[in-house]
């Protein structure tokens, strides 16, 4: 059993209501729970929300709404994983062997985004599985500014090569997938499990943060159309 877990609080400051915002027609959760749904991988699709606007318009895209989060689960500090475990224990779904965490943002993964994931950390018996992408750019020779002057952030890579420079790579935020045993052990001192892996995203993914975000993903979603 795999239970899909989607964290949709109510208060985005950046964007408001920006789990409910349209695109291509649908609200974003919506969007998402269609994505979820058509994976065909869950026993469970539940909405974890302090919001019972969003969690009407969930329950009619076909997720679970068992309860309404708790406030002080939903500020802008709460670590995404104290919502799942509290989710996982309100639900009583401690015995499925894995829980996705699938945020309502991230309606640019596909259907097989998800069962890719779910296949490969079955077969490496991975702790924890999240989806990752290549800087396009070395962070190495990143510049930060302090009081209007400029400094390398890390001044050994000043004169280094790109072509000598590793390969990094960030979190999309797109989907993670836990061991429930591990996840339910989580805390603040680590957030990244033993054994974790990955899933490589060569797609473009757009993290929506800020207004222009937004406007981006709805620019892809008309082009696709």
């Known amino acids: 059993m795999t239970v899909c877990i989607i964290p949709a609080r109510a ?4 964007i408001k209501n920006k789990n409910i915002q349209k695109v291509n027609g649908h609200p974003l959760i919506g969007l998402a729970i269609r994505i979820a749904k058509k994976a065909n991988i869950f026993s469970q699709i539940v909405v974890s929300t302090d919001c019972k606007k969003i969690a009407s318009i969930a329950k009619k895209y076909g997720a679970q ?9 939903s500020d802008d500090f709460t670590p995404t994983y104290k919502v799942l475990i509290d989710c996982v224990k309100r639900i009583k779904s401690e015995n499925s062997e894995y829980h996705f965490c699938l945020y309502p943002t991230s309606v640019m993964i ?27 750019n070395f962070p190495q020779r990143s510049i ?14 000043q004169l280094r090569r790109s072509q000598d420079l590793d390969n990094l ?28 892996t990955y899933i490589l995203m060569k797609k473009k993914i757009i993290d929506i943060n800020y207004p222009k975000d ?7 979603f008309n082009n696709k159309t």
Request: with cysteine; net charge positive; charged share 30%.
């Open 110 to 136: 596909g259907t097989k985004d998800l069962v890719s994931g779910l296949k490969k950390i079955k077969k490496m018996n991975s702790n924890f599985l999240c989806t990752i992408a290549k800087f396009e």
């Open 11 to 14: 208060g985005s400051k950046r």
């Open 214 to 220: 937004l406007r981006d993903l709805k620019n892809f």
């Open 65 to 73: 709404i068992l309860f309404l989060r708790s406030k002080n689960l």
């Open 169 to 196: 790579y960030y979190d999309t935020s797109s989907f993670y997938i836990y061991k429930t045993n591990v996840l339910l052990k989580m805390n603040n001192k680590k957030i990244l499990p033993k054994k974790s």
């Open 144 to 157: 930060i500014i302090k009081k209007n002057l400029i400094s390398f952030n890390w001044p050994k890579y």
